[in-house]
């Protein structure tokens, strides 16, 4: 590229530059914005509401699909037998039997994005009988309903936990760079005091203060506050530092002899410098916050059943029946792990295009 060219672009043209280069960050970013659009329209791609039991098909494994021309995609329904002493099912595929699998067919009715009406879903069963691709959980629910129903819940939880923590250390950690002084020795012992206490304990405080009468909503938006005013800390120091390195700058020397105000310096003139460093820091710290409603959840401080969410899949699965029988209740876990290096190397490449004149 002409250094001509360089020298005229936007920071913004730099970076995304600076990211296109970065191949592994770049099909990342898309697998991130894949899980997302899958978050947002859940009720439409999840073959049902994950929440129909069926007491036949507990802990049923999950059903090859196949196709023909004369049926098109189908499945076989499985044929169960109960053992008399172990009261054990175990399910064979009736091969004598098909069950036809069609595109936008006609199912449980939702809400789509929460106020459109409609009974309209991706994929499933189209002429009745029962299809569970992932298989069943231990009351006969199908799995992969519930694993695309659970990612709205654990990556929403993720943005707005981390959007929290964005304007806690934006505001806490631009006040401790620019204004300094006490100002700054207070609130920085703050951040040490809480990055000294053990992370999981302390979200267990907190998270045990939350009534056990409040309804799944109200402990949804309760452990996104836990986990924000827990992780707001590392990105007050990546503020503090940027305002450090910049608050001796000549365009902020400027701003303050023309007259403007403190906040305005602070969030008007200094803040748009490293907003690009910023939202890099953003993309890695939502990983985070999916791993530890993860973890909450799992050990059943988090949210619970009827709400759905990785963590609640996981918590589930924590039994030995799941391990050794039904191994397809630890698939929550795939999701979990692919979320997380996805949107790591999808931080990563933002980062590292976050400073392009470094290069």
Same mark, same amino acid.
């Given at each position: 590229?002409?250094?001509?060219?360089?020298?005229?672009?936007?920071?913004?043209?730099?970076?995304?530059?600076?990211?296109?280069?970065?191949?592994?960050?770049?099909?990342?970013?898309?697998?991130?914005?894949?899980?997302?659009?899958?978050?947002?329209?859940?009720?439409?791609?999840?073959?049902?509401?994950?929440?129909?039991?069926?007491?036949?098909?507990?802990?049923?494994?999950?059903?090859?699909?196949?196709?023909?021309?004369?049926?098109?995609?189908?499945?076989?329904?499985?044929?169960?037998?109960?053992?008399?002493?172990?009261?054990?099912?175990?399910?064979?595929?009736?091969?004598?039997?098909?069950?036809?699998?069609?595109?936008?067919?006609?199912?449980?009715?939702?809400?789509?994005?929460?106020?459109?009406?409609?009974?309209?879903?991706?994929?499933?069963?189209?002429?009745?009988?029962?299809?569970?691709?992932?298989?069943?959980?231990?009351?006969?629910?199908?799995?992969?309903?519930?694993?695309?129903?659970?990612?709205?819940? +654990?990556? &929403? #939880?993720?943005? !707005?936990?981390?959007?929290?923590?964005?304007?806690?250390? /934006?505001? =806490? %950690?631009?006040?401790?760079?620019?204004?300094?002084?006490?100002?700054?020795?207070?609130?920085?012992?703050?951040?040490?005091?809480?990055?000294?206490?053990?992370?999981?304990?302390?979200?267990?405080?907190?998270?045990?203060?939350?009534?056990?009468?409040?309804?799944?909503?109200?402990?949804?938006?309760?452990?996104?506050?836990?986990?924000?005013?827990?992780?707001?800390?590392?990105?007050?120091?990546?503020?503090?530092?940027?305002?450090?390195?910049?608050?001796?700058?000549?365009?902020?020397?400027?701003?303050?002899?023309?007259?403007?105000?403190?906040?305005?310096?602070?969030?008007?003139?200094?803040?748009?410098?490293?907003?690009?460093?910023?939202?890099?820091?953003? +993309?890695? &710290? #939502?990983?985070? !916050?999916?791993?530890?409603?993860?973890?909450?959840?799992? /050990?059943? =401080? %988090?949210?619970?059943?009827?709400?759905?969410?990785?963590?609640?899949?996981?918590?589930?699965?924590?039994?030995?029946?799941?391990?050794?029988?039904?191994?397809?209740?630890?698939?929550?876990?795939?999701?979990?792990?692919?979320?997380?290096?996805?949107?790591?190397?999808?931080?990563?490449?933002?980062?590292?295009?976050?400073?392009?004149?470094?290069?």
């Amino acid at each position: 590229m002409k250094d001509e060219t360089l020298a005229v672009a936007s920071q913004w043209k730099l970076v995304w530059w600076g990211f296109k280069r970065h191949r592994v960050a770049l099909v990342c970013g898309f697998v991130t914005v894949a899980i997302y659009l899958v978050a947002v329209f859940a009720p439409f791609l999840a073959p049902g509401s994950g929440q129909r039991t069926n007491a036949d098909y507990t802990y049923a494994p999950p059903q090859a699909l196949r196709f023909d021309t004369d049926t098109g995609l189908y499945v076989h329904p499985y044929t169960f037998k109960q053992d008399p002493e172990t009261l054990a099912l175990s399910f064979e595929a009736d091969e004598s039997k098909k069950v036809p699998v069609g595109f936008f067919v006609k199912g449980e009715p939702y809400e789509l994005l929460g106020f459109i009406p409609w009974d309209r879903h991706l994929i499933g069963p189209s002429g009745g009988g029962n299809v569970y691709l992932l298989g069943t959980d231990s009351v006969g629910r199908d799995l992969l309903s519930r694993i695309i129903r659970g990612t709205t819940v +654990s990556m &929403s #939880i993720g943005l !707005v936990g981390v959007l929290l923590s964005l304007v806690l250390g /934006i505001v =806490l %950690g631009g006040v401790s760079g620019y204004v300094g002084g006490r100002t700054d020795t207070v609130i920085q012992r703050v951040i040490e005091i809480i990055m000294s206490i053990p992370t999981i304990p302390l979200w267990m405080a907190l998270f045990a203060a939350v009534p056990a009468s409040w309804s799944q909503l109200e402990r949804y938006f309760a452990l996104t506050v836990v986990i924000s005013l827990v992780g707001w800390t590392g990105m007050a120091r990546e503020v503090r530092g940027k305002f450090f390195a910049v608050r001796g700058e000549e365009y902020v020397m400027a701003a303050t002899a023309d007259g403007a105000g403190r906040l305005r310096i602070m969030f008007r003139h200094m803040l748009p410098s490293f907003t690009s460093h910023i939202i890099a820091n953003l +993309s890695l &710290s #939502i990983p985070s !916050v999916i791993l530890a409603e993860t973890a909450l959840s799992f /050990i059943g =401080l %988090g949210l619970q059943t009827p709400m759905i969410s990785w963590g609640v899949l996981l918590q589930e699965a924590q039994n030995i029946r799941a391990v050794s029988t039904a191994p397809w209740m630890l698939i929550p876990g795939i999701a979990v792990v692919v979320t997380v290096l996805a949107m790591n190397f999808f931080g990563d490449g933002l980062r590292d295009a976050a400073d392009p004149y470094k290069h």
